[in-house]
């Protein structure tokens, strides 16, 4: 399937699953919330231009904020994790020799423990940022991370079943010709 109709499905997908399905589901008293929509993001090519990718963020997170009636809320954290990932998987992914480099990130491209560390950081720093900008203070501080590692954990759970459940093949491309 052409990658631009791959993420413009995935698009609708995540969104539709975030907004009538882990938004319908009662919080434990407000303290872990699942947030899975943020994988499109993460699972955006590696070569995407990086004006273009925080672009997409943003409208993405303006989409779900559009279905959950909180402005601004859910694009601010999209647009951060877009703007550190360029950076992070420079930081993680060693600069290989090869021909052969894989599309978009994935177990299969980074490797189980690059992969798990790179959505371990960029969901943590999500989530830490939409409950800073959720609260807008840092009144019980123990609280306030309480609520970032429960939802985080929970999060990361979601992310590995649907990385089971979406099967991705490796696909790559070749730096020659």
Known sequence: MNSVLKNIFRFILFVLIQ????????????????YLYLLFILWLPFTINRVLLLAIAFVFGLTIDYFTGSLGLHAAPCVLIAYIRPFLLNIIIRQESNEISYTEPSIKSMGFTLYALYLALLTFIHHLYLVVIEWLQFGDVLYLLGKVMASTVVSLLLMGIAEMLMYRKGAFRTNAG
């Open 19 to 34: 907004v009538f399905i882990l938004n319908r589901v009662p919080p434990l008293h407000q303290f872990v919330v699942p």
